[in-house]
């Protein structure tokens, strides 16, 4: 099955832009989301189809994808950004959706 | 606006069926494009999809787990169950529900969660 690949930390200064990438085989070839979870809550897509944003999700946050890696960017980092970050992919071969291994984002 | 709850037993012994309710309001399981997913994720840990279950009644499992899961909806109550047979220790998790727009290919609304734990 596919295998989406995230840094297990990130620690961020606020202001700061922090960047998280999401690997998998050719995965700029797929549509990746991106989803927020906070300490204790469901998780919230906050970047959906590689760069769009649902209605209420600051400009702050925003996504690319190219090759064999996607990234969330966030962008002018605030305290209320501390939370684990998943993306997530459609897996073609088993027709299922694949979370990646979740990025801690820490602000310093 | 869309809502999704779960509910089941918060508490089951290992070789045990695991029967979990989701129950949504704010859209329609008929609506073509439109999913209902079950998400599970143990403590500390990542995220799993475990199934999912299409307007058109089609259906779509973790290979991983496809042998034990059973995904099957109640129209009328506005409700997606999920069964997990040969519960085990390491299946102890939050379990969400989640819904995936006609549009897309992830989930725009999720359950609050429910914890549940395996022990004898």
């Not at chain 1, 002018?76 to 801690?104: I, L, M």
């Not at chain 2, 509910?7 to 494009?33: D, H, I, N, W, Y």
Request: proline share 7%; net charge neutral.
């Amino acid at each position: 099955s596919y295998v989406l690949t995230q840094p297990p930390s990130v620690s961020v200064a606020p202001g700061q832009t922090a960047r998280i990438a999401c690997g998998g085989n050719n995965i700029g070839k797929r549509s990746v989301h991106w989803y927020q979870q906070r300490p204790g809550q469901a998780p919230v897509v906050v970047v959906y189809d590689d760069s769009d944003r649902p209605s209420g999700i600051p400009e702050r946050f925003s996504g690319s994808n190219s090759g064999n890696t996607a990234t969330l960017t966030i962008s002018r980092v605030e305290a209320g950004d501390e939370a684990d970050y998943f993306c997530q992919v459609w897996d073609r071969s088993s027709d299922h959706p694949v979370f990646g291994t979740g990025t801690k984002v820490t602000v310093l | 606006q869309i809502t999704l709850k779960e509910s089941g037993p918060t508490l089951v012994k290992p070789t045990q069926t695991l029967t979990l309710t989701c129950t949504f309001s704010g859209f329609s399981l008929s609506t073509p494009g439109v999913g209902v997913g079950w998400i599970r994720q143990p403590p500390g840990k990542a995220l799993e999809s475990l199934a999912l279950l299409y307007w058109d009644d089609d259906k779509s499992y973790s290979p991983s787990l496809k042998s034990r899961l059973t995904i099957t909806k109640d129209a009328s109550k506005k409700q997606v169950l999920l069964t997990m047979t040969n519960m085990d220790p390491v299946d102890t998790a939050t379990y969400y529900c989640a819904h995936r727009g006609g549009s897309g290919s992830y989930y725009a609304s999720w359950g609050q969660g429910t914890l549940v734990t395996v022990s004898s």
